[in-house]
T-cell receptor, first 114, second 113 residues
Framework: SQQGEEDPQALSIQEGENATMNCSYK?????LQWYRQNSGRGLVHLIL?????REKHSGRLRVTLDTSKKSSSLLITASRAADTASYFC??????????????FGQGTILTVHP | NAGVTQTPKFQVLKTGQSMTLQCAQD?????MSWYRQDPGMGLRLIHY???????DQGEVPNGYNVSRSTTEDFPLRLLSAAPSQTSVYFC????????????FGPGTRLTVT
């Protein structure tokens, strides 16, 4: 079963606009990660936020985490055509035997028009 | 560093054939894993390993076998290919602790006819 559910499934915006993607999950987590996948390529790690953090920034990326609502959002500011990709959230569950296991959401397809 | 490498990039199999997807990493990561990606399904964990000689099942292990004889290599074996195994397969690795990012290979696109 999928731990993460992402919303929206697809997002189409113009260059320069902001893009917001949301992720909800079901169980307690150790951390939540966001990945990007360009068409036909492997996933690339973008940012990790731990369960005791509420907000994190990396360049044009801003991630928030609300553990009470079991949800996270990824904001990409001033988007560029090169940001066109699929974006996935992935959760690492709490618990000592979970190791590096991640559970992925279904992804949001972002299209940025020049 | 080459990172995570996978071979082959593309493969077509007939139903019932067997094959091995190769995965190697040169980052000395303890944790390695295999995922399959199907349209609308995200990535699903097939098998994972926390070190040489230690493997375990993920969410969708049926029809697949793994072994980990070295830290660097983690091959995935399809025992008797079925059309339902048509998918894109990704290998990933990371340090063992939960708070580390995973590095993904470029994927193997497998078609079973």
């Amino acid at each position: 079963s999928q731990q993460g559910e992402e919303d929206p499934q697809a997002l189409s915006i113009q260059e320069g606009e902001n893009a917001t993607m949301n992720c909800s999950y079901k169980t307690s987590i150790n951390n939540l990660q966001w990945y990007r996948q360009n068409s036909g390529r492997g996933l690339v790690h973008l940012i990790l936020i731990r369960s005791n953090e509420r907000e994190k920034h990396s360049g044009r990326l801003r991630v928030t985490l609300d553990t009470s609502k079991k949800s996270s959002s990824l904001l990409i500011t001033a988007s560029r055509a090169a940001d066109t990709a699929s974006y996935f959230c992935a959760t690492a569950m709490a618990g000592g035997t979970s190791y590096g296991k991640l559970t992925f959401g279904q992804g949001t397809i972002l299209t940025v028009h020049p | 560093n080459a990172g995570v490498t996978q071979t082959p990039k593309f493969q077509v199999l007939k139903t019932g054939q067997s094959m091995t997807l190769q995965c190697a990493q040169d980052m000395n990561h303890e944790y390695m894993s295999w995922y399959r990606q199907d349209p609308g399904m995200g990535l699903r964990l097939i098998h994972y390993s926390v070190g040489a000689g230690i493997t375990d099942q993920g969410e969708v292990p049926n029809g697949y076998n793994v072994s980990r004889s070295t830290t660097e290599d983690f091959p995935l074996r399809l025992l008797s290919a079925a059309p339902s195994q048509t998918s894109v397969y990704f290998c990933a690795s990371s340090y063992l602790a939960q708070s580390y990012e995973q590095y993904f290979g470029p994927g193997t696109r497998l078609t079973v006819t």
